[in-house]
């Protein structure tokens, strides 16, 4: 299966910049994806194929990468961004996840 | 407006079995390949398989780490998919998604609040 590898967590200030990262085992062409997942509540989907904003996310959001390598920035960080945040590819099967950054707020 | 709502799950002892449920609504069912996903308290969530569409003759694909124990189905008159769930483990206790993708690349723009089953004597 391919192997998602994240960061644990991250600590930023409301207003900052932070690139949460995603690398693969293998490559994923742009079929990768990012979803948000507050406590308690289901995943939401944030980035599509690797770059592509899905209806209603803030424009805050943004994601790049192809291949191995993938990153999902926040800019400006707001307090309800708080929340662990997944990537997933499809390029491969079985579908897979990574194990999730939290990104808590100073 | 697309809403997916699981049920059917709760506690079963090691070796049991348990179905579980999704209603579908706000889109033709019919349409759009289905997927369970599951996610430990605290882990990653785990893409478990998939039910093709009407066009693709409702065949299914599974994740290996389930197949031969999991079975996905789905009942078009009534807009409902199943998953039925047999031998379960200790390491099958999860919360279960039913999730919908608009197209065929393999990414879930909807999720249902999901259903906890818990495997423990």
């Known amino acids: 299966d391919t192997v998602l590898t994240q960061s644990p967590a991250l600590a930023v200030s409301p207003g900052e910049r932070v690139t949460i990262s995603c690398r693969a085992s293998?490559?994923?062409?742009?079929?990768m994806h990012w979803y948000q997942q507050k406590p308690g509540q289901q995943p939401t989907l944030l980035i599509y194929?690797?770059?592509n904003l899905e209806s209603g996310v803030p424009a805050r959001f943004s994601g790049s990468g192809s291949g191995t390598d993938f990153t999902l920035t926040i800019d400006p960080v707001e307090a309800d961004d708080t929340a662990t945040y997944y990537c997933?590819?499809?390029?491969?099967?079985?579908?897979?996840f990574g194990g999730g950054t939290k990104l808590e707020l100073k | 407006e697309v809403k997916l709502l699981e049920s059917g799950g709760g506690l079963v002892q090691p070796g049991g079995s348990m179905r579980l449920s999704c209603a579908a609504s706000?889109?033709?069912?019919?349409?759009?390949?289905m997927n369970w996903i599951r996610q430990p308290a605290g882990k990653a969530p785990e893409w478990l398989g998939f039910?093709?569409?009407?066009?693709?003759?409702?065949?299914?694909e599974y994740n290996p780490s389930v197949k031969g124990r999991f079975t996905i189905s789905r009942d078009n008159t009534q807009n409902m998919l199943y998953l039925q769930m047999n031998t379960l483990r200790a390491e099958d206790t999860a919360t279960y998604y039913c999730?919908?993708?608009?197209?065929?690349?393999?990414?879930?723009?909807?999720w249902g609040p999901g259903t906890m089953v818990t495997v423990s004597s």
């Open positions: 039910i093709r569409n009407k066009a693709n003759g409702y065949t299914t």
């Open positions: 706000g889109f033709t069912f019919t349409d759009f390949y």
């Open positions: 997933q590819q499809s390029w491969n099967d079985p579908w897979t």
């Open positions: 999730t919908m993708g608009i197209t065929t690349y393999w990414y879930f723009d909807f």
């Open positions: 293998e490559s994923v062409s742009t079929l």
């Open positions: 194929l690797a770059s």
